[in-house]
């Protein structure tokens, strides 16, 4: 059976990087924006300056660079909490009971990813990657 998973997610792996020309990667953290990419970059090149040369200078931009980086995602994460309690307070005022309730699941349960298993029509898992090509059969996800 782990064999058959492993065949399955490999081919559905091969498949997709196949038939999809870009993936851009998919950042789970809803705060994380185009600044935060820009400071892991900057993180990114201090560590390799430091690499290649490691001198005391290159030590302490480094040093100052991840400090930087440590502080900005704090406060972005900070800033991101802080507006979504508040989001929950005024849903708690208004009487949006729904919205208030699945607010304060989201925050118990936090980030949970889907697996995604791809089946045929009649349920059996398709392990044929020429099945899974677009247009080469017929299937659907499975959540």
Same mark, same amino acid.
């Given at each position: 059976?782990?064999f058959?998973r492993?065949?399955?997610?490999?081919?559905?792996?091969?498949? *997709?990087?196949?038939?999809?020309v870009?993936h851009?990667?998919?950042?789970?953290?809803?705060?994380?924006?185009?600044?935060? =990419?820009?400071?892991?970059?900057?993180?990114?090149?201090?560590?390799?300056?430091? %690499?290649?040369?490691?001198?005391?200078?290159?030590?302490?931009n #480094? @040093?100052?660079?991840?400090?930087?980086t *440590?502080?900005?995602?704090?406060?972005k994460?900070?800033?991101?909490?802080?507006?979504?309690?508040?989001?929950?307070?005024?849903?708690?005022? =208004?009487?949006?009971?729904?919205?208030? /309730?699945m607010?304060? /699941? @989201?925050?118990?349960?936090?980030?949970?990813?889907?697996? %995604?298993? =791809?089946?045929?029509?009649?349920?059996e #898992? =398709?392990?044929?990657p020429?099945? #899974?090509?677009?247009?080469?059969g017929?299937?659907s996800? *499975? /959540?």
């Open positions: 059976m782990v058959r492993q065949r399955v997610k490999e081919n559905v792996k091969t498949s *997709s990087k196949e038939s999809l870009l851009e990667w998919k950042q789970h953290k809803p705060w994380f924006d185009k600044e935060c =990419v820009d400071f892991l970059d900057q993180r990114k090149q201090s560590k390799l300056q430091w %690499i290649q040369d490691p001198s005391q200078s290159n030590v302490d #480094l @040093d100052n660079v991840r400090r930087n *440590s502080r900005n995602f704090r406060n994460t900070k800033a991101y909490l802080e507006a979504k309690i508040e989001e929950l307070e005024t849903n708690s005022k =208004v009487n949006n009971v729904r919205d208030f /309730y607010g304060i /699941y @989201d925050f118990k349960k936090g980030y949970q990813s889907r697996t %995604i298993i =791809v089946k045929d029509e009649t349920g #898992l =398709v392990e044929d020429t099945v #899974l090509w677009p247009g080469g017929n299937i996800p *499975s /959540y």
